[in-house]
């Protein structure tokens, strides 16, 4: 009997500790993302919330879109609604 409770305490132990890993590996999780001109000759990494990222995916799935894609389209409509910054001295 007292083998069993230890044998459980240690599992229970050890599904705790997986269980805390995990937690930390979520919280700690960036998901990393390329982007790339038309060219292809840039590629930019960027750090991005994961639950909006991963809602960002789904849409894009739903909408049967890449996310590179998305991002190339979002990086347009930014330089073109910006595109007088440019021209600042």
Known sequence: ????????????????????????????????TRVVSGGR?????IKVNTELYDEFTQINKKKAATNNGIFNMLLAEYVRNNRDWLEEN
Request: hydrophobic letters at 25%; charged letters at 50%; zero cysteines.
């Open 1 to 32: 009997m007292a083998n069993s409770l230890r044998d459980n305490e240690k599992v229970n132990k050890i599904e705790a500790r997986d269980a805390e890993a995990e937690k930390i590996k979520q919280e700690r999780k960036s998901t990393r």
């Open 41 to 45: 000759d840039k590629g930019v990494y």
